[in-house]
């Protein structure tokens, strides 16, 4: 790539940034949780979404941002839960950005809503440079996918607070060693929360959900002591 | 994104096209087959190469370039195999493109090599747009990333030639429908070639080499009339 093509390529990121720094702040006065959940495609991030959905209906309002490259599929499968979800259609790009998650909050009935999960599109690599305004990164690896992912793919683990490693059934059918996937997760960012969820039978979802409902409630006390210090 | 980004954009895929057939040109004289392999990460691409090499050992000269954004654990892996290698590390970047290709091949003994394979970063959106001068582009799905991916991702499976559909000894553990996954392939390229494979028991690999064994032999024959009309 020639000079003038990165330069480009910074002004990209650094309007994305002012972008992403006003829906931080949006977000902060609604007082809600932020997620921005990545991961390759087929890891089973929409799986997972609506196991948490359903494990939180009835203690915490959640809303859902679905990205994807093209269909409304996803959208299609969270609307069942009745939860308030906007399906972005990136029509060929690789990542959201933050402008197009300002639109499509825009059309989100946010009132009373403590957690927004943005699922982004399913892509390891280009994600990671792209701030959204989110609190967090969470980043999704299928055990189907090895245990040296976070060696190829560092900036993502790099830049996720949490690893869920999903699909955790299919270890004895696949050549995935959970010990030597944390570590290489942890070589690349050592303050990592690594959570094990299986979609499938359900295990780890209360605990991922727990860490949630954590989170959620912090950034409710912390918006109340600035309301009443 | 402004019209100033798409032009830059558009410059880049430009430039491309034109250095990938400098080296559609220079495959050709060498009588190359090439074969660019891209999938998302994780669906078993370096696993089907090294079953191919063990298969077409002593039958089919291969060589191979291995794209990743860190790390040459892959070239590695391939280098066992005794075959010539070379890996591309593109240090963030999402695909090859045409010029690192380029470059890769320029070290590679490329004498009596019949087929190269190019291992693209696992990606399932940006590789799609970049050609390198392959002859074509093999899209592997494997089964855990469910069935809808196709749809999902369409530009990679309408430039694609053939689909492996890999991991298949996991279908009865993961929600796929093998059946749903091959319609909705070929609704998306109704000429795309579809192999299954499972690089863990060996199923389907014999079909693929051979298919590759037949392009290989193709291009020679090619060759060969065009040197005795």
């Known amino acids: 790539m020639t000079v003038g093509i990165v330069t480009v390529e910074r002004k990209v990121l650094e309007k994305n940034d002012a972008l ?3 829906n931080r702040e949006a977000f902060r006065r609604s007082k809600l949780f932020v997620v921005n959940l990545v991961s390759s495609p087929g890891s089973g ?14 203690r915490l309002s959640v809303a859902v941002i679905e990205g994807d490259v093209q269909t409304d599929l996803d959208a299609q499968r969270v609307a069942k839960f009745g939860v308030p979800v906007v399906q972005i259609v990136t029509n060929g790009g690789c ?15 946010l009132d009373g809503v403590k ?5 982004n599109v399913g892509n390891l690599v280009c994600p990671a440079n792209y ?11 299928s055990t189907t996918e090895g245990d040296d ?12 607070s949490v690893l869920i490693i999903n699909k955790t059934d299919l270890v004895p059918y696949v050549n995935c060693n959970l010990a030597e996937l944390k570590a290489n997760a942890l070589k690349i960012n050592p303050s990592l929360t690594i959570i094990e969820t299986s979609c499938t039978t359900g ?8 860490w949630m409902e954590n989170k959620a409630k912090g950034i409710s006390q912390k918006s109340e002591e600035a309301t009443n210090p």
């Open 20 to 22: 992403a720094a006003q």
């Open 45 to 58: 991030k929409t799986s997972l979404v609506e196991r948490t959905l359903d494990h939180l209906r009835g």
């Open 95 to 109: 990542h959201l950005d933050a402008k197009l998650v300002q639109d499509a909050a825009q059309n989100l009935p």
């Open 115 to 119: 957690v927004l999960i943005i699922e």
């Open 131 to 141: 701030d959204l305004g989110e609190d967090v990164k969470v980043v999704v690896a």
């Open 149 to 160: 992912k976070p060696l190829k793919y560092p900036a993502m683990f790099r830049n996720a």
């Open 203 to 210: 295990t780890g979802i209360a605990e991922w959900c727990g």
